[in-house]
């Protein structure tokens, strides 16, 4: 740690760099002023999860913890006791001095300060997915910008209401003199100074070599983590590289012609849609709302992940008229709590649900578990070779998160899926051309050619090799299912070489959550426009002035299409 006094210059440029990470004394009153006056007509309302914290056996504590995670995981709307009452509870209407709150500060009696408000965090340590340590550090201090920036803002409303103690007496908070920057933050804040303007990024690979500098170590570990050693992660992106064109000429005026096409059904300006992410927030503090405000203007379609940082709410009211929204969905061990998820987000006004399959199990996503061992990526391996957690230092981000996912997942689940909604159904995470086959019969109308961005199986085939490999051998299927393709995704020339083989759109995950970490909405629009430009100019030098123009025979493998090499669907060349 690096302590800084605020009166100079290094800090004063940190601050303004790093704003939401730190909270001054005024942020707080206000905060805390504001969470008094507020009401909530919610507030009154019965909760399960208060009903569960009122067990004193372990098992109910227990229970009230897994009810307390899922909660945070499926966004449900809990009734909100502690944060937001129509008239104070008397726990709230105790002021508690800020020096009292500094008795508080061990493993065993573990008080936090979060948006004005007191919490004996003691009980909810071990609960806590994200590991007992990431709040043991918050002990005696204003967690509030860090809870902001990791939990959509129900998040606090699911905890017991015991657990809230009373209100800090903003009197006695002491004045911010000197303010402590970590390493890491120090060298965000330094980076973030050189940084340039959305604007001036050119290639969408700007925005990622960008985001490792000024992204914390533990956003950019869970971001760009793969699997084991990344052997897909890094063919995601070089298989892209292994397919050119074969640009035909003298098409006429190419300064008409349009990227506007659609996929299930919905319209978009382009054949891209941003992949489902978890954690947008630990990137920006405006989390996935960013993303869907960026869609809204780009006008493209968003994925909503299931594990998304933000409130569902605050996602779907950041849409403009007539936006399209997908919902991503892993199945809960609980099939009572998807099926009840299902039907919300079918209620607020979804247009298709994405049911992710290719999370079987949990994989050693090897740069977030070095990142919560606290070593370097060029360090030696962690202990064991087939570790797959961060052992006793806590959980990785992935594995944080993935708790309640179940890893018994069948055919049938499609049906289960159907039951709840009428919306269309896409597959995502399908890798073989039988398995697209499968999903025709079990009914689903689209499949995302996916490995997760190489974050699961690791050696499971780039998803362009497994659309190449539909096309060549079961050409068919594409009439019957919407095919879309992700991982890899880099410039407007990848998303063309996928539509011309047959897909209807293609994912983008990483670029997407890159762009918002280092300049949020605009950011994300900024990659957009580069994908748009890029897709464009791409479609208009290969002969091909609208979507439908592209066709198969103006992409295959690279090298000359002769013998083995030679795409079944080449045309049968013409005598010289
Ligand atoms: C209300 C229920 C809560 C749930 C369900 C929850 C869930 C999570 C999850 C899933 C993570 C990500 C895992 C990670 O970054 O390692 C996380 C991280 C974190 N949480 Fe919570 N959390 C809750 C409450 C709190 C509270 C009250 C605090 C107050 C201090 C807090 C502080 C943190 C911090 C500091 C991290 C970052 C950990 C790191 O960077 O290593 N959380 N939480
Ligand atoms: C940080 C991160 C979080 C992800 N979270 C989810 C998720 O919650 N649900 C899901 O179906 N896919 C998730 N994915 C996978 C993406 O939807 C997508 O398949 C992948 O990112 C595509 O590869 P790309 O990042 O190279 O574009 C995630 C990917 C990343 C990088």
Redesign the pocket.
């Known amino acids: 740690m690096i302590a800084l006094r605020t009166a100079s210059h290094q800090v004063r440029r940190s601050l303004g760099a790093i704003k939401p990470v730190i909270h001054s004394r005024s942020q707080t009153t206000r905060a805390f002023s504001r969470t008094l006056r507020r009401s909530d007509t919610r507030a009154g309302q019965s909760s399960r999860f208060r009903s569960a914290s009122y067990f004193n056996s372990r098992s109910g504590v227990i229970f009230a913890s897994f009810a307390?995670?899922s909660a945070?995981?499926f966004h449900e709307q809990p009734a909100v006791q502690c944060e937001a009452p129509e008239v104070p509870s008397l726990q709230q209407q105790r002021l508690i001095s800020y020096d009292e709150v500094q008795k508080h500060v061990t493993k065993d009696d573990c008080w936090?300060i979060?948006n004005g408000l007191v919490?004996d965090?003691t009980e909810?340590l071990e609960a806590?997915?994200?590991?007992p340590?990431?709040?043991i550090?918050?002990a005696g201090k204003d967690?509030s910008s860090?809870?902001q920036l990791?939990?959509p803002p129900d998040?606090?409303g699911?905890?017991p209401p015991e657990y809230c103690l009373g209100a800090i007496d903003p009197e006695t908070i002491p004045a911010p003199e000197a303010i402590e920057l970590t390493e890491d933050e120090v060298r965000q804040a330094e980076a973030r100074e050189e940084m340039p303007q959305a604007a001036d990024m050119l290639l969408v690979q700007d925005f990622e070599n960008w985001a490792e500098r000024v992204l914390s170590t533990?956003a950019w570990a869970y971001y760009r983590s793969a699997s084991d050693e990344e052997a897909t992660f890094h063919d995601n992106r070089d298989a892209w590289r292994r397919y050119f064109f074969r640009p035909r000429i003298l098409r006429g005026d190419m300064s008409q012609g349009s990227t506007t096409t659609t996929f299930l059904g919905m319209p978009t300006s382009m054949p891209i849609f941003i992949a489902p992410a978890a954690?947008a927030k630990?990137g920006h503090p405006l989390g996935e709302v960013n993303l869907t405000k960026a869609a809204g203007t780009s006008g493209i379609v968003q994925a909503i992940s299931a594990n998304a940082s933000c409130g569902l709410e605050d996602m779907f009211n950041a849409r403009v008229e007539g936006q399209p929204l997908i919902f991503q969905i892993y199945l809960n061990k609980d099939r009572s709590a998807s099926s009840a998820l299902i039907q919300r987000v079918t209620r607020l006004g979804a247009s298709a649900i994405i049911l992710t399959v290719d999370v079987c199990w949990q994989s050693k996503r090897t740069l977030d578990v070095r990142a919560?061992l606290g070593e370097k990526n060029d360090m030696p391996a962690p202990p064991s070779p087939t570790a797959t957690t961060a052992g006793e230092k806590?959980?990785?981000?992935s594995e944080?998160?993935s708790g309640y996912q179940d890893t018994n997942l069948t055919w049938s689940d499609i049906a289960f899926v159907k039951k709840h909604t009428h919306l269309p159904i896409i597959i995502k995470g399908v890798q073989s051309v039988e398995d697209v086959q499968l999903c025709v019969e079990y009914g689903a109308q689209g499949v995302i050619l996916s490995n997760h961005g190489g974050r699961q199986a690791d050696y499971a085939p780039a998803p362009i090799d497994v659309l190449y490999e539909l096309r060549e051998l079961r050409p068919d299927l594409f009439s019957k299912i919407d095919v879309m393709v992700d991982g890899g995704v880099r410039s407007g020339a990848d998303v063309v070489k996928a539509l011309a083989l047959g897909a209807k759109a293609v994912g983008v995950g990483r670029p997407i959550l890159y762009a918002n970490g280092t300049h949020g909405e605009e950011g994300v629009e900024r990659v957009l426009q580069i994908f748009q430009e890029e897709i464009r100019n791409t479609m208009r030098n290969i002969g091909a002035k609208n979507i439908e123009d592209l066709k198969p025979e103006l992409v295959g493998p690279m090298g000359p299409w002769v013998g083995r090499n030679r795409p079944s669907y080449a045309p049968a060349s013409s005598p010289i």
């Open positions: 307390i995670a945070y995981l936090v979060i919490y965090m909810f806590h997915p994200g590991g340590n990431a709040i550090q918050q967690a860090k809870f990791l939990h998040a606090i699911t905890l533990t954690m630990l919560k806590g959980k990785s981000v944080a998160i």
